[in-house]
């Protein structure tokens, strides 16, 4: 008998289960899922971008550490929200790290050049809080998610209710930039509706706070009341520079959420009695949330805000997908299927995602009372943004 045929046989026999083993082992331990938070560490929204990737991580833990049975890896970039340095930024999550996903950012401004990169490169993007209405409208793709709203969404509810209010002249204060434009631009369309009108549209470059020239102008207008948009350390300032110029007992004062979310600590009494629109409260009272807000103060010893929901939603979008795909994340058309069909079970209350991957949800209207923002009503039922010139 010729030998060699026996020993080529034998040679193949052994290779082929080797490959078995390691195609076996391989699945075993598929690699972890890198996933680059870009946010921002520093600057007037730096606890914005920490609430973010705690709400995210506290998701990820909840899970046993994995999501679509992938452990996570996770790479960390300080965004500063500086949309200067966010094309750099993105490109070194993209190119340098190599990341499966990303998760940012909180600036509207950031979060263009975010979605630009990311569509270009073709790497998965949930934005969980920038609002910048184009993310989810012209500049939408299967692969970019939103779990947070568009400016649009909280500024025209609280249009809305200040049309409702009976207010006629008001005057609106923000920060000279996407989500500052933005927001009012939605407020106006609300309030308009309604028969009110905007009189005057105060600006300053962001992240500055030297309110005090706009806010003699807000004196000497004397509008039936003021509409801002402010976040983070500059809602703090803005709130306590409003009261203590006096006008908050004269003009009232009335904003996007933001302006006294995960603020209420350093703005103290100088926020009693705000009202503001935001898809999220102190006070929702169901279960899920009341869960969330006991996982979440036991992990961090702090109470959760809008911005840690919103960082534990993106999770939770990133989990439905990656189990549509047991983990493969480049099978983009089945992962956006999954996340596009789903209900996203939230803190906030349940919501879907409309046609360009922004939550259609409810608008509560919130009022301060003590360290609250205490839910008093529904501004806007299932609102869903126009997502404008959206094209998959
Ligand atoms: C934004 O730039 O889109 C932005 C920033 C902070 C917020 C909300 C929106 O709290």
Redesign the pocket.
Known sequence: MNVKPRLALAALVAAASAATLISTSAVAQSPKLKVGLMLPYTGT?AA?GVAIENGFRLYVGEQGGKLGGREIDFVKVDDE?DPAKATDNVNKLIKRDNVDVIVGT??????MAMAKAAKDNGTMLIVP????DAVTGPMCANHIFRS??S?WQPGYAMGEVVAKKGHKKVVTITWK????D??VKGFREGLEKGGGQIVKELSLP?PGVEFQALLTEIASIKPDAVYT?F??GG?VKFVKDYAAAGLKKSIPLYG?G?LT?GTLEAQGADADGLLTTLHYGDSLDSARDRTFRLNYAKQYKLQPD??AVQGYDAAQMLAIGLNAVKGDVTKKAEFAAAVEKSKIDSPRGAFTLGKSHNPVQDIYLRQVVGKENKVIGVASKGLADPGRGCRM
């Not at 909180?106 to 979060?111: C, D, F, P, Q, Y």
């Not at 809080?129 to 910048?132: D, P």
């Open positions: 929204f914005l929200s909180v600036h509207s401004g950031v979060a809080n920038a609002g910048a947070s709203f400016n930039y996407a989500a500052g933005e927001s962001f948009f976040a983070g809602a996007a933001f979310d809008v911005y």
